[in-house]
């Protein structure tokens, strides 16, 4: 989704405009999940508020306390940070060992913090990373490595699965959702989706389960970038490259369709390069069976998707979202991918939305003149308001792809004619005539039509026929 800086597709509910009825994504938590980079992605509370704050009471050491493992560990963490020596530390406890006795427990927590050893931030730090690693080191077969990137809705880590000696991401719910059902339910989907794509350009899901109290998604590795990175380091894409891009991922889509689902949240994120040129399409945390009707109608009048890219029918939460709702979220893709602009831009989501909903496009080519007309035609079938305005199917999208990648004209996607574009046929005469007598122009076009001169002419044969006939009758 977006954030109010406009980082493209960073979840973030929109807001309502002054001139204009709010359009409401679907709860921030409930939306797009976010692809995750090696930079780390968004900024993430995971375990921001899993245990006490500092100043917050708790019960009193060797009682049991809600913060665990990290209280017993703090000491030693901090010290080895070099955040405070071990002789603050030791005076901290000094004064908790004397809180216990006076009946008044206090944590190390609140010491360190109070007595300014340590604050606030490099404690919350401290205990997200202390968190990250715990929860981790839970999963059994698997060897952490390091972690990848954190979203609102995961963390993702790199890890080697020791049984197959192998390089795997690993997507862990975060502990603050792990007794939302709705999340829970809607983490395993994204897995059970994933497991039925058998296809080189998705990612491949192997494992999906659960370790203690932690929900976890085991996929494969992908060594690379995303095709946002691409297009923010050369600020766009060529177009032979996009066209190969896009090609690889209509048919990873075209796969996920014949299978029955649909992906409701194409965009560059979640579009992988690999190091040796693979293209991946990743996160299947959107994805919905086209049969499950239940979740369709569950879901009926809430927008889920990346306001950039999201299709029409999404934004008004229709019940029956096809594969169409894909190809226009490919069409944006493209379009940004070519041109380094998203379609349409706004002060916020909503704003956004509104112009997917009712703006014209501005034609990929008037952006970036280098764009062939065909590639220009073919962006704009994708992105046609009305799902039936687009292609009907990925093997049309790819019959046209194919084509503009040869350069050649596309078979199924033209552009109408732009009469200020057509420059005079002869030197001297107007492009545009004087109009004409409006009831003269309408009995010339019927006297000019092909279909009355074809009349008039069986006419005129069938009275010479009569005529002849009759004429040697009469001999």
């Not at 040796?276 to 399409?281: D, H, R, T």
């Not at 004209?409 to 005539?433: K, N, Q, T, W």
């Amino acid at each position: 989704m977006v954030s109010e800086a406009y980082e493209p597709d960073r979840p973030l509910n929109p807001s309502a405009t002054q001139d204009e009825p709010p359009l409401s994504l679907a709860d921030s938590n409930e939306g797009s999940t976010q692809a995750v980079d090696a930079a780390g992605g968004a900024a993430s509370d995971t375990g921001a508020r899993d245990q006490p704050a500092a100043g917050e009471s708790t019960a009193a050491p060797g009682q049991g306390t809600s913060t665990g493992g990290f209280e017993t560990m703090l000491g030693k963490l901090v010290v080895q940070r070099g955040l405070a020596t071990a002789e603050e530390v030791e005076l901290c406890h000094a004064f908790q060992r004397e809180s216990a006795q006076l009946d008044e427990p206090r944590t190390l927590t609140d010491l360190l913090v109070e007595r300014q050893f340590l604050t606030p931030r490099q404690l919350d730090r401290l205990r997200r990373e202390f968190e990250a690693k715990k929860s981790t080191e839970q999963i059994p077969g698997y060897k952490i490595k390091r972690k990848l990137g954190s979203g609102a809705m995961a963390t993702v880590f790199l890890a080697r699965q020791l049984s197959l000696d192998r390089l795997v991401a690993i997507k862990v719910l975060p502990k603050k959702l792990s007794a939302n059902k709705n999340f829970i339910d809607r983490f395993y989907k994204e897995g059970r989706a994933a497991a039925q794509q058998n296809h080189p350009n998705i990612v491949s899901a192997y494992d999906v389960g659960r370790a203690g109290d932690q929900h976890y998604f085991v996929m494969e590795y992908v060594d690379g970038q995303t095709v946002y990175d691409r297009i923010v380091k050369g600020k766009r894409i060529i177009e032979a490259e996009a066209i190969q891009v896009v090609t690889l991922v209509a048919k990873a889509l075209q796969h996920a369709h014949e299978k029955g689902f649909i992906h409701r949240d194409v965009k560059p994120k979640n579009i992988m390069i690999s190091s040796k040129g693979a293209v991946k399409l990743a996160d299947l945390g959107l994805a919905r069976a086209m049969s499950d009707r239940a979740a369709a109608e569950a879901e009926a009048g809430r927008a889920y998707g990346t306001p950039y890219y999201i299709s029409p029918e999404q934004i008004r939460g229709e019940i029956k979202i096809g594969p169409a709702a894909d190809i226009y979220g490919l069409g944006a893709t493209f379009y940004h991918m070519v041109t380094g602009k998203v379609p349409f831009d706004g002060k916020n989501p909503s704003a956004v939305m509104h112009k997917h909903l009712k703006a014209e496009l501005t034609p990929p080519d008037h952006i970036n003149p280098k764009i062939s007309a065909g590639c220009a035609q073919v962006i704009e079938m994708m992105m046609a308001k009305r799902p039936k305005d687009r292609y009907h199917s990925e093997a049309d999208l790819l019959a046209d792809l194919k084509l503009i990648a040869k350069g050649r004209p596309p078979h199924f996607a033209h552009r109408s004619l732009d009469l200020s574009d057509v420059a005079p046929a002869l030197a001297g005469e107007s492009a545009f005539p004087p109009p004409a007598d409006p009831k003269r122009s309408t009995r010339s076009s019927v006297l000019e039509s092909p279909a009355f001169i074809i009349v008039l002419l069986i006419m005129i044969l069938s009275l010479l026929a009569n005529a002849i006939m009759i004429l040697m009758r009469q001999s």
